[in-house]
């Protein structure tokens, strides 16, 4: 059974940092690219970054770009986000998300999320 | 950058059928996907490539995508499709990842 499990939210102090986690199991972790994806309370989905599956190409949504890096370690099944700089608008559940292989972005599991709330 | 706009709320009446749209500029042309996600809970892949079905989608839900407007199609609606609906595109012009604002289906 695929399963994602995101961990790390918490409260912040804006201006602070923060690193979540996504532990994965029930696939080849290593095979596939993956995704960060938020959602502020009330709001829709925003994408907030890709990774292929060997860290070789890195993508990041404008909204975080240069207060948010990416990073995964396969030998460890674990996806990461460290956050920096944060805002009380990045106040959300960040889901840790699978892209099915050779895809173009379909998510096709999704972890339960990880609320991130940023607020003095 | 590539804007996706969905209505925020359809409603529909149990038995009837949903349709809930997704507005881009030739978004004929990109796949769509689209995901169901209830309260509380993490999003669900419905219809990926426009109109393709995962494993354990009924067949109610149905997808179509033409011109400038994809459509997400939910017939004979039950209480249980209540739930907000995001559809998602891959913009190649820009390297990102779009989701539409989501939309509320309401159950009468």
């Known amino acids: 059974e695929v399963q994602l499990v995101e961990s790390g939210g918490g409260l912040v102090r804006p201006g602070g940092s923060l690193r979540l986690s996504c532990a994965v199991s029930?696939?080849?972790?290593?095979?596939?690219?993956m995704n960060w994806v938020r959602q502020a309370p009330g709001k829709g989905l925003e994408w907030v970054a890709y990774?292929?599956?060997?860290?070789?190409?890195?993508l990041y949504a404008d909204s975080m770009r240069g207060r948010v890096t990416i990073s995964r370690d396969n030998a460890k099944n674990s996806l990461y986000v460290q956050m920096n700089s944060l805002r009380v608008e990045d106040t959300a559940v960040y889901y840790c998300v699978r892209e099915a292989e050779g895809s173009g972005s379909k998510f096709d599991y999704w972890g339960r999320g990880t609320l991130v709330t940023v607020s003095s | 950058s590539y804007v996706l706009t969905q209505p925020p709320s359809v409603s529909v009446a149990p038995g009837k059928t949903a349709r809930i749209t997704c507005g881009g500029n030739n978004i004929g042309v990109k796949s769509v996907h689209w995901f169901q996600q209830k309260p509380g809970q993490a999003p669900v892949l419905v219809i990926y490539y426009d109109s393709a079905r995962p494993s354990g989608i009924p067949e109610r839900i149905s997808g179509s995508n033409s011109g400038n407007t994809a459509t997400l199609t939910i017939s004979r609606v039950e209480a249980g499709d209540e739930a907000d609906y995001h559809c998602q595109v891959w913009d190649s012009s820009s390297y990102h990842v779009v989701f539409g604002g989501g939309t509320k289906l309401t159950v009468l």
């Open positions: 990774i292929d599956s060997r860290s070789s190409r890195i």
């Open positions: 029930g696939f080849t972790f290593s095979n596939y690219e």
